[in-house]
């Protein structure tokens, strides 16, 4: 791809220009004035995006107090000339494209120049070493390997054989597990002390145990409300016995209903009733301390008696348990040796999924070897590292650009050139366009070592002159 014209109206600071370029251009001129925005507009006429691939953003390009701008450039792809004007409008925000005047969609735009991130990489290409690793890895994956993508496939099949032992594993432990329930029955079966009587003998030993149990339920009950009612009734005696020991009258007192003075013999007569009353309560208190002291007893043997009674229920209910599986005995072992089976045949594909997975590595690491081969052949003092080997021997997915052996992140600024000049050459390989190249920034490089038949376009800051540019053929 050649851009031979470029015209801006209300372009960022561009009010109106026009420009004629050839294979080496150079723009100078004071901070500004307009250098980065030739790419801009560039990038914005041929995709309709800015320079980071954002739709969002183009409005900002509109210059201040315009309603409608419009980047146009005539570029020559293949021997043949394309005009491109891309126009947007303050009002709606939205661009239209016209090619060789005539409005077209973006898909015919892009059939014609190419993929936007190949252009973008070759036209900034200080993009792709800073872009997101994933991306330049799989980019570069894509475009230089998409006929045959070896290593995604590998890494595709690997993950299924992965899925697999994740399932084979969680198969096996729960079958180990089926195996050690099954194991324990079978052990149970075989040890169980109980004497093996007739279904029909212990059912109905289990009838009766049970009628019972509820004849003791009520009879415990009955205690439990017998002893309510005597403990009731001693605290009645012994409140009674209570006020007797305080009603104490001597002789000479006066009666309390008539005030008569109580002679002596009616005072004995009153003493000898209450003797007489007090012998009577001593004798119904002991009697009922007596019943509770009965009741007490029946209550903890009946509950003695219950509790021997559910035992005995239980010891017949675990027989019948028994004499149950007994009869499924031969429908237990036949499940134990499947279960066994099973087993035996996940462990076999468990062996050959590992070993299956062995060989995939392999090929994927042959595959990674070959991926940077190819790739770095192409570079003279750069490499660019596509996998990581980990301590285990394994491959991740990697991406490092490194020039003269020093990663790219340490490289002075005319290094990262001089490396991303290698990488532009490289893309350029797969791509049948030979996109331009914009480098701004320019004052601490001296010299420039381009691919060949690229067009070059050139930006640095001369204080106090405007925006010039200088082309050499």
């Not at 119904?284 to 008696?305: C, H, M, P, S």
């Not at 000049?421 to 004052?443: A, H, R």
């Amino acid at each position: 791809m050649f851009i031979k014209t470029l015209v801006l109206s209300n372009f960022k600071s561009h009010t109106y220009s026009s420009y004629q370029f050839g294979k080496t251009n150079h723009f100078f001129g004071d901070n500004f004035t307009g250098k980065s925005s030739i790419g801009d507009a560039i990038v914005f006429g041929l995709f309709g995006v800015s320079r980071h691939g954002y739709k969002m953003y183009i409005k900002d390009y509109l210059q201040e107090g315009a309603t409608t701008m419009y980047v146009e450039m005539i570029i020559q792809i293949h021997n043949q000339d394309y005009t491109i004007k891309r126009t947007m409008t303050a009002q709606k925000g939205t661009t239209s494209v016209f090619l060789n005047n005539k409005p077209v969609k973006e898909k015919e735009i892009e059939r014609l120049v190419g993929d936007y991130k190949a252009f973008v990489y070759c036209f900034f290409p200080d993009f792709f070493p800073d872009e997101d690793k994933s991306s330049s890895r799989a980019f570069l994956i894509d475009h230089m390997f998409s006929e045959r993508n070896d290593y995604d496939e590998l890494e595709k099949e690997k993950a299924r054989i992965i899925r697999e032992q994740k399932q084979i594993h969680s198969n096996i432990t729960f079958y180990e597990g089926q195996k050690v329930v099954l194991k324990k029955q079978a052990i149970a079966m075989v040890n169980n002390p109980d004497p093996i009587l007739p279904i029909e003998h212990v059912n109905a030993e289990i009838k009766t145990i049970q009628t019972e149990l509820e004849k003791i339920t009520n009879e415990t009950q009955e205690q439990i409300e017998n002893g309510i009612e005597l403990k009731s009734q001693l605290k009645s005696f012994i409140e009674q016995m209570a006020e007797l020991e305080s009603d104490v009258r001597l002789s000479g007192e006066r009666c309390p209903t008539c005030f008569q003075p109580i002679s002596s013999e009616q005072f004995e007569t009153i003493t000898n009733l209450k003797k007489t009353r007090y012998y009577d309560l001593k004798k119904e208190i002991d009697k009922v301390e007596t019943g509770i002291g009965n009741a007490q007893e029946n209550y903890a043997n009946l509950l003695k008696r219950k509790a021997q009674k559910e035992q005995r229920l239980q010891t017949l209910q675990m027989m019948i348990s028994y004499q149950q599986n007994i009869n499924q005995v031969s429908q237990h072992s036949t499940e134990l040796i499947n279960v066994e089976n099973k087993l035996h045949d996940l462990t076999i594909k468990k062996k050959a999924l590992s070993d299956e997975l062995k060989r995939m590595k392999h090929r994927q690491g042959v595959a990674a070897n070959d991926y940077q081969n190819q790739i770095n052949q192409h570079l003279t003092h750069t490499s660019i590292e596509l996998f990581k080997v980990l301590k285990n021997g394994e491959l991740r997915p990697d991406f490092q650009i490194c020039y003269k052996n020093r990663t790219y992140r340490v490289l002075s600024n005319s290094e990262k050139i001089r490396c991303v000049l290698e990488i532009v050459s490289l893309i350029n390989t797969f791509t049948s366009y030979k996109y331009p190249l914009f480098l701004d920034n320019m004052e601490g490089v001296t010299h420039l070592e381009p691919p060949e038949d690229i067009q070059i376009i050139t930006a640095t800051v001369k204080k106090g002159v405007p925006l010039t540019l200088k082309v050499k053929d």
